[in-house]
């Protein structure tokens, strides 16, 4: 299984720096994103309790509102059963290298679904 990528909140930061309070876990996992009437098919490349990063086709925009579900593993959960978890976030920072786009969005509210 993968080690979590521990980040390192920073004291005093300025504009161009990120801050981080999550452990990050490297996972990839397939997730349809709905922006406005738009959707997008992507992986993740992480995920942490705050945020995401995806790898997709389609620049989105900063700012712009997102909704996606993740099934995430219960290892990582440390739950018998994987567990389906609907999210809406907004998009912090896009950056396109040469055909994909990295696509960084905040988990600003979460809901874990029954199955």
Do not use: W
């Not at 504009?15 to 997008?40: D, H, K, M, N, W």
């Amino acid at each position: 299984m993968d080690e979590p990528v521990k980040e390192a909140a920073i004291a005093d930061p300025t504009p161009s720096q990120e801050v981080r309070c999550a452990v990050r876990f490297p996972l990839t996992l397939p997730v349809v994103i709905s922006a406005g009437r738009s959707e997008y098919s992507a992986l993740t490349s992480n995920v942490s309790a705050s945020g995401v990063l995806f790898e997709m086709n389609s620049p989105l925009r900063v700012g712009e509102g997102i909704d996606f579900s993740l099934r995430m593993p219960g290892a990582i959960l440390g739950t018998p059963n994987d567990v389906l978890v609907h999210c809406h976030g907004r998009v912090v920072r896009c950056s396109v290298s040469q055909s994909q786009s990295q696509v960084a969005a905040t988990i600003d509210e979460y809901q874990f679904v029954e199955q």
